[in-house]
């Protein structure tokens, strides 16, 4: 399991990255569509996009987490089982 501590790191922060990207991105979205600027589209929909992204970006940003936690876990497991 040790080798692939470097994939998790990686993952993590990409999914961690993408979490981001989909927060602005959303915020973006549904703030336009809250002060009408886009035509054809009610306002409260503005209000569906935020919470739609948001639980988007808490989801990815939970399993960057989980990522973390798990390659801690196992460089703990390594330490102790050198000693």
Do not use: Q
């Amino acid at each position: 399991m040790r080798e692939h501590l470097g994939f998790l790191r990686t993952s993590s922060t990409a999914v961690k990255v993408a979490a981001w990207i989909f927060l602005c991105l959303g915020i973006l979205g549904g703030s336009s569509l809250l002060l009408g600027l886009v035509p054809g589209n009610p306002r409260w929909m503005g209000l569906v996009v935020l919470a739609i992204y948001a639980f988007l970006f808490f989801f990815l940003y939970l399993i960057a987490k989980i990522a973390d936690l798990l390659t801690r876990i196992i460089n703990e497991v390594h330490e102790i089982k050198n000693k």
